[in-house]
Every structure is written in structure tokens, then in C-alpha cells.
């Protein structure tokens, strides 16, 4: 009962526990006037940083969000939003939140079974979900709360494409002929670092190479498992909403 | 006269440090302007930091903010002491030395002022004999004391709670002191003013938006002249012979919605020609007519002598936001050449007087649009050079399209006024370039790739280098005839500031604001 009543209190706390749909569509008219502009109309980002995602730095919960969309960020050159009180903010943070919201659907796949097919696929040998695996594939145990299910799909049978500014995966050769294939973890005009398949860090300067070679995937196009067994893994992923 | 007595008359005497006959002909060793000289070069006469020995540059010291904020400032250096305005609107002098703090202003900003499509930063401070001149973002023009930053005068140029901001360094020129102003995505209308520089009394105020029977009032529709934009936030350049001051003027607003304003939008994206004594327009030229793209034209013209269209011409020439490089002649703002610098999409070239002619379905749309260059331009604010002996015009590109979406807008004062937005394209699709044009032609001669697109100006040298940055840090220097590195150092911050020269104890020295530092380097 207790718990019940907590809950309950929580979720009247929360200012965008139930906005109308009216509301997110006046919400993303308000974003395209005065949001889209630095950070982009579709939300990832321009000038000011991208909003398609679930977590943000600078506010820790919906009621954080809807005050900072109202006073700005003096120190980032993000305007206040006073003007559109007393429902503007709210209706745009209600907006914002549903760019970075992948939201659960019913999907055809057999989550038990797609675990399964994880398993036997070796997917584990690159990749992490709660702290099992091994990580020189993207961390995927979030990976449900951020990517949609055909976004999913399209990674199995089309690794790599379109590529991730996050993952790049990269081969150097240096002008002495050495090789080293890995992924970019930073780069600017005259170096970049880049982590091996041992989780080896590397740094080169740029004019020290002979050839430097970005795009692609290490991940193998699962194209050829039948089509009910890739819906059953990407259920099994679309589970995976937690870490963040 | 006692030893005493001299000692004061020498420390007096050091008060008039920069006046105006020092201005039209500044000493090799200090940065007494924004762009180094009143032709924008910025181009450092000193000769002894050279490709033979560049790599020998090493950091001297750095001076830290000691605050998260957007370190955009060039600096002035005159005299032993180096004048620099750090975010939001605070003045500091530093020994050039050393860079020991000599005197801080600060400035406190109110409450409720906002930055309407821009972050809170300063680009830097002018100096005019013992006078040290800011614009502040809460729009106001203040004059200080060169010796102690304490306030002389201090004068109201616009209502920041309309959306009025300076973030430019001001420039002054005899007695007088020229600012632009901010406000482009809140629909302001736009101005270049000039105040006293003893009393601060306004002198003139030139509108980029004209008024009803003003010339140029006829290019827009309605009463949207009133909100039409047209901001002025870069600072400017002027030729003391014609007594012309040159300033660019940026986009209409709103800025991605162009439906109730159709006209060609004067003087908006346009280089605009102004009697330094009056303020009155003696000519302008306009870059892109009813622009839709935020195409300011708000970059830096840059003033030389070629022989363009068969005979020896006063020029003025811009990199433009629009990807177009062009050359005009600077006593009548005649077109004489115009050459693409970068990507563009949405122009199938220049007719013989200069407008382009555009590519119809280049337009911001509900869908987006995909257009190079991105609404940022294929350059910005930060300064390009011109090398006098070699002739050549040095900017940084930004190669980066982008997807222009339109939006509904309504004017409400005081907050934005866009009607749409952008959507760019991935990162490693998009990078940025040191270009070094022809500067009577705009071809190019050389290029140096840059990882991602810049936010950092070039200042080329006598000792035949240009110095620029990167978003990922790192301060470099280029040969100028051949674009070849020859050294760079990693700063750690972010570089959105145009590189200064200037010597400390006879010895040639260039500093850089990156991150939350400036830094200054020497051999």
C-alpha cells in the first residue's frame, strides 16, 4: 500500500506524467520556433547539442527540464523561454522528451528465443549487455531505450550503414608499413587515437601514415539468418533499457 | 626639474598610447585594432618567426579565465600592456610580459538579459589614445580608463529586452567610436552607430533596415521593415583616405521564413559604405537578396589595392557566408569579380553586376531542404588575411551542407524570430579547409584540410606563415605560399578566436584564445 501511495505521489510530482497529445503537438510547434534553430529541427542537434536522447546533463528530471527550457542557460547562450509561460515550456520539454523516447511496442520476435539466438550467434564476443560480454562492439545495454526496432534490424543485416560517428572503425598504415585496425576514439587534423580489438590504446600522427582508412564494420551482416530469427533477436534487444 | 618630477612626466606622458595618427599607421610591434590595421589584414608585419625556424615556437604563458564561457577575444596590444574582453563584457589589461593581471572591469549583467540566437561572448575592446572602448551585451558602449579600467563615460546604444546585444569590438577612428550590433534572430532592426569619444553623445546612427522614404525601403513588404533584422555584429573596416567605413550587415529576419517580408530585403546581406563623419551611405553592395539561408554578410571586408577589369583599383573584398568570394571596388561598391570558394547549391553563378542567380527549390521547406553551404556559411565571424606581398587572401572553410526547414513565426518582442532551422548532415560527412584565394581573382592557390569545419580566424605573417585553429584545439601554422604545415600544438580547448601578433621586449610573439585560455607562443 505504502509503495502504492509512493508511486502515486511520484508521478504527481512529475509535470509531464500525462500530457494530452495536443500538448506534444503544440510543443513541437513552440520547438520549430524557437528550439529548432541551434538544435535542429529534428533534434540532433546544430549548434547547440543534440536532444534525441533519453538522459541530459543539465537536468536530471522532467521538472528540471521544463525550468531550464524556461530561464535558458546564460553561460551557453541559451535564450529563457518566459515568453511562453505558463504552458510553453512545458509543452516543449514534453516534445523534447518524446525525441529521445523509444517507446516499448509489441513487436512479431520471441524475446526468450532472440536471447537465445544472442547467444548462439556469438554476440557476446563483441559486445556487452549488464556487464557480460566482451566490449569492442557498442555497449548494448541500453541499447532498447535508444535505437528504434527497425534501426535494430537494419545493424544486423547492414553493419555499418550508415556508419556512427561514435564507432567509427578505422585501419592505419604507417609509412614503415606497420597495420592496425581499431576503432577511432578521438581525432583531430593532425592525430588520432584508436582502440584495438584488445583494447589497446594507439595515437598516430596523421603525417607519420601512409594510408588511413575510415567506415565499414568489424560486425559480421547477419543477412542470412531467417527472417523470424532476426525479429526474435531484435525483441530481445528492444528489452535491453537500462545502464543509460 | 627634480628626478621625481621627470619620472612623473614620463609615466604621465606614457598615458596617450594609441592615438589616431598611430591607428592609420600601426607599429610592427603592437595589434592596435580588431583586425590589426583599418584594411582588416590581419596580417603581422613581423618577419622573424619563419618556416626555417617556426618549429623552435614554444609557450611563453597563459592567462586563464577561471570560468567555463566562450573565449572568443582578439586582443590589442599596445605598449607593454595587452587589452582583452572576456566573457560577458568584462575588460582586462595583462602585462604583456608576463601576463600578470594589471586592472579588471567587470561588467554585471541584469537578470533578465537574454542572447537571442547567440552565446554570451565578447570579440574584443578598441583603444583610441588613454581610452579603452567595449560594447557590452546588455548594449551599452563604455569607455575606460587605459591605465586604471576605471569608466569614463558610459552610453545606452539599444534596449537590450528587445533583443539587442554587442559582442563585436568596436572600432574606432579619429574622434570617434564606430559599434554594430546583435539581435538578427530576434527582429530587431539593425544600426552601425557612432559616439564621441571624449563625451559618449551619439554622433550618428546609420539603420540597415530603411525607414518609410528612405532608398531602400521599397524592397520590403508591409511593416515588416520594422522587424526586419539586418544586424551588424562584426566589426568593420575603414579607409582613412576616402573616410569610408565598411560594415557587413546580416541576414532579414525571420531568417528561414521569408514569405512576409518579399523583396530584396535592403540592406540586409549587404556591405554597406558610410561617410565616417556623417554616417550617411555613400554605396552598398548586396550579397544575397532575400536571403532565407542566414547568410549574414557579416564578414570581414578586407581593403587592398589590385588591378581588377584592366586597370589599378581600391578594392574591397569578402568571403561571404554564402560560399562566394567577391571583389568590389571600394569608392563606388562596383561589382568587379565574383568566384566560388566553397560547396554551394543553391546559385547557378553571378550575373555582371553580382546578384546571384539562384537555383529554384533552394528554399527552407516544411520537408527540409538540402543545400550547401549550412546556415553557419561556407565561412563566418572569424577574420580571414590578406598578405600585401603576396597577394593573397587566406580563410577558413566550412565544407558542410545542411537540411533548411521553414517554419510558422510570429514576432513577439524580445524572443526569437526564425521560422525555422537546420539540420545538418553527419560529422564525417562535413570538414573544414584553410583556403589561400588569389586575391584579386579568388582562385585557389593551395588548401589545408581540417578535421571538422572551423570556428577559428588566420592572421598571415611577414615571415611568410599563416596561423589559424581548430575546434579540436590545435594551434598551427601553415606555409603561406604553399599551404604545407610546419608546426602545431595541442591546446586543449575548443579555438573559436582569431590569432594577434605582436612583439614583447622587440621579439615577434602570436597569441590565441582557446578553450579557457589565451595562450602566447615565441621562439
Known amino acids: 500500500m505504502l509503495q502504492f501511495v509512493l508511486l502515486l505521489a511520484a508521478q504527481a510530482q512529475d509535470p509531464l506524467a500525462h500530457v494530452?497529445?495536443?500538448?506534444?503537438?503544440?510543443?513541437?510547434?513552440?520547438?520549430?520556433?524557437?528550439?529548432?534553430?541551434?538544435?535542429?529541427m529534428d533534434g540532433n542537434g546544430g549548434s547547440g547539442p543534440p536532444l534525441t536522447r533519453a538522459k541530459f546533463k543539465r537536468a536530471a528530471d522532467n521538472a528540471a527540464l521544463i525550468e531550464l527550457i524556461t530561464s535558458g542557460i546564460a553561460t551557453a547562450g541559451m535564450p529563457p523561454s518566459w515568453h511562453l509561460l505558463p504552458d510553453g515550456p512545458r509543452q516543449i520539454a514534453a516534445y523534447v522528451r518524446s525525441l529521445g523516447e523509444v517507446k516499448s511496442v509489441p513487436l512479431p520476435g520471441d524475446v526468450d528465443r532472440g536471447k537465445q539466438a544472442y547467444r548462439s550467434s556469438a554476440c557476446s564476443g563483441c559486445h556487452i549487455v549488464n556487464g557480460e560480454g566482451i566490449?569492442?562492439?557498442?555497449?548494448?545495454?541500453?541499447?532498447?531505450?535508444?535505437?528504434?526496432?527497425?534501426?535494430?534490424?537494419?545493424?544486423?543485416?547492414?553493419?555499418?550503414?550508415?556508419?556512427?560517428?561514435?564507432?567509427?572503425?578505422?585501419?592505419?598504415?604507417?609509412?614503415?608499413?606497420?597495420q592496425l585496425r581499431g576503432i577511432r576514439v578521438n581525432e583531430d587534423s593532425f592525430t588520432i587515437q584508436i582502440k584495438d580489438a584488445r583494447n589497446r590504446f594507439h595515437s598516430f600522427r596523421k603525417d607519420r601514415l601512409e594510408s588511413l582508412d575510415k567506415g565499414g564494420s568489424w560486425m559480421p551482416a547477419y543477412d542470412k539468418l531467417p527472417p523470424e530469427q532476426l525479429q526474435d533477436i531484435v525483441a530481445y534487444l528492444a528489452t535491453l533499457r537500462g545502464g543509460q | 626639474m627634480t628626478r621625481f618630477g621627470i619620472a612623473l612626466l614620463v609615466a604621465l606622458s606614457a598615458g596617450a598610447q594609441a592615438p589616431y595618427s598611430r591607428l592609420v599607421n600601426p607599429d610592427s610591434g603592437s595589434w592596435l585594432t580588431y583586425s590589426g590595421n583599418y584594411a582588416a589584414h590581419r596580417f603581422s608585419p613581423m618577419s622573424q618567426i619563419t618556416p626555417a625556424n617556426v618549429s623552435g615556437l614554444k609557450m611563453k604563458w597563459i592567462y586563464q579565465l577561471g570560468a567555463e564561457a566562450r573565449f572568443e577575444t582578439s586582443p590589442i596590444v599596445a605598449d607593454g600592456v595587452m587589452y582583452i574582453a572576456e566573457p560577458p563584457s568584462n575588460v582586462t589589461a595583462l602585462d604583456l610580459a608576463t601576463g600578470r593581471r594589471l586592472w579588471r572591469w567587470e561588467r554585471a549583467m541584469?537578470?533578465?538579459?537574454?542572447?537571442?540566437?547567440?552565446?554570451?561572448?565578447n570579440r574584443g575592446v578598441a583603444v583610441l589614445d588613454d581610452t579603452v572602448f567595449v560594447g557590452t551585451l546588455d548594449a551599452h558602449m563604455v569607455a575606460l580608463d587605459a591605465k586604471s579600467g576605471a569608466v569614463r563615460w558610459d552610453s545606452v546604444v539599444a534596449d537590450y529586452k528587445l533583443g539587442y546585444c554587442i559582442t563585436a569590438a568596436p572600432l574606432v577612428l579619429k574622434d570617434r567610436v564606430i559599434t554594430g550590433i546583435s539581435g538578427g534572430e530576434a527582429g530587431i532592426r539593425g544600426f552601425v552607430d557612432a559616439y564621441d569619444t571624449k563625451t559618449g553623445k551619439r554622433l550618428w546612427r546609420f539603420w540597415t533596415i530603411p525607414g518609410p522614404g528612405e532608398k531602400g525601403h521599397e524592397s520590403w513588404t508591409g511593416d515588416s521593415w520594422r522587424t526586419g533584422g539586418g544586424s551588424t555584429w562584426v566589426t568593420g573596416s575603414y579607409d582613412p583616405e576616402l573616410d569610408l567605413v565598411y560594415w557587413g550587415v546580416g541576414n532579414p529576419g525571420p531568417d528561414w521564413n521569408g514569405d512576409s517580408r518579399s523583396g530584396d530585403n535592403l540592406f540586409t546581406c549587404s556591405l554597406v559604405a558610410l561617410d565616417g563623419s556623417t554616417g550617411k551611405l555613400r554605396w552598398h553592395f548586396q550579397y544575397t537578396p532575400h536571403d532565407t539561408h542566414d547568410w549574414d554578410a557579416t564578414e570581414i571586408p578586407v581593403l587592398f589595392e589590385a588591378t581588377v577589369r584592366g586597370r589599378p583599383r581600391k578594392v574591397v573584398a569578402m568571403a561571404n557566408r554564402n560560399a562566394f568570394y567577391y571583389?568590389?571596388?571600394?569608392?563606388?561598391?562596383?561589382?568587379?569579380?565574383?568566384?566560388?570558394?566553397?560547396?554551394?547549391?543553391?546559385?547557378?553563378?553571378?550575373?555582371?553586376?553580382?546578384?546571384?542567380?539562384?537555383?529554384?527549390?533552394?528554399?527552407?521547406?516544411e520537408q527540409g531542404t538540402l543545400v550547401w553551404p549550412s546556415l553557419q556559411g561556407a565561412t563566418n565571424w572569424f577574420s580571414p588575411s590578406y598578405h600585401p606581398d603576396l597577394k593573397m587572401f587566406y580563410v577558413s572553410v566550412r565544407e558542410m551542407g545542411a537540411y533548411y526547414y521553414k517554419t510558422d513565426v510570429e514576432y513577439k518582442a524580445g524572443t526569437m524570430f526564425m521560422g525555422g532551422g537546420e539540420r545538418t548532415l553527419p560529422p564525417d560527412r562535413n570538414y573544414g579547409a584553410i583556403r589561400a584565394l588569389d586575391a584579386s581573382t579568388g582562385e585557389r592557390k593551395w588548401e589545408f584540410r581540417l578535421h571538422s569545419p572551423p570556428w577559428a580566424g588566420v592572421m598571415a605573417t611577414a615571415g611568410g606563415l599563416v596561423f589559424g585553429g581548430s575546434n579540436e584545439g590545435n594551434f598551427y601554422a601553415l606555409d603561406a605560399r604553399t599551404g604545407k604545415l610546419l608546426w602545431d600544438v595541442q591546446t586543449g580547448g575548443e579555438i573559436i578566436a582569431n590569432p594577434v601578433g605582436f612583439a614583447i621586449g622587440g621579439k615577434e610573439h602570436v597569441a590565441i584564445a582557446a578553450g579557457q585560455a589565451l595562450i602566447v607562443f615565441g621562439l
Open chain 2, 327 to 365: 571583389v568590389l571596388d571600394r569608392a563606388t561598391g562596383e561589382f568587379l569579380k565574383g568566384t566560388e570558394y566553397a560547396k554551394q547549391t543553391w546559385a547557378k553563378g553571378l550575373d555582371d553586376s553580382g546578384r546571384p542567380v539562384t537555383i529554384a527549390g533552394s528554399e527552407p521547406a
Open chain 2, 110 to 121: 541584469p537578470k533578465d538579459l537574454q542572447t537571442i540566437g547567440f552565446g554570451r561572448t
Open chain 1, 20 to 40: 494530452p497529445a495536443a500538448d506534444i503537438e503544440r510543443g513541437k510547434r513552440l520547438y520549430g520556433m524557437n528550439c529548432g534553430g541551434c538544435h535542429g
Open chain 1, 135 to 178: 566490449g569492442i562492439g557498442p555497449e548494448l545495454t541500453g541499447i532498447g531505450a535508444m535505437r528504434t526496432p527497425a534501426s535494430l534490424l537494419r545493424s544486423l543485416t547492414h553493419p555499418g550503414d550508415p556508419p556512427s560517428p561514435a564507432f567509427m572503425p578505422v585501419k592505419v598504415t604507417t609509412r614503415e608499413g606497420e
